[in-house]
Nanobody, 114 residues
Framework: VQLQASGGGLALAGGSLRLSCAAS????????MGWYRQAPGKQRELVAT???????EYGELVKGRFTISRDFGKNTVDLQMNSLKPEDTAVYYC?????????WGRGTLVTVSS
């Protein structure tokens, strides 16, 4: 299973970006799908996840600004990022769990300038 993330880039503080992640095999029944990020010199942290039930979880730093959505038929997960801050600058990784394993995308860089 491969995960392909897209949508990263450069944004101004206060602006918006949308990330998308698509699984290479649409018939796989994933459990949790979501996004994590890693800033330079920091550990990877949770951004947002969405379970098969539709229940979502957000990291404290992005609550109220980011929204995760999932298309179960297409096996895609998107992240709408609004009110971006320079501290949101990081490599964002898509993750999907299936068959007892976690699959990770390669990461997409998001840079927010002030």
């Amino acid at each position: 299973v491969q995960l392909q993330a897209s949508g990263g880039g450069l944004a101004l503080a206060g602006g918006s970006l949308r990330l998308s992640c698509a699984a290479s095999r649409s018939w796989v029944s994933f459990g949790v799908m979501g996004w994590y990020r890693q800033a330079p010199g920091k550990q990877r942290e949770l951004v947002a996840t969405v379970e098969k039930s539709g229940i979502t979880e957000y990291g404290e730093l992005v609550k109220g600004r980011f929204t995760i959505s999932r298309d179960f038929g297409k096996n895609t997960v998107d992240l709408q990022m609004n009110s971006l801050k320079p501290e949101d600058t990081a490599v964002y990784y898509c993750r999907a769990d299936a068959y007892g394993s976690a699959f990770w995308g390669r990461g997409t860089l998001v840079t927010v300038s002030s």
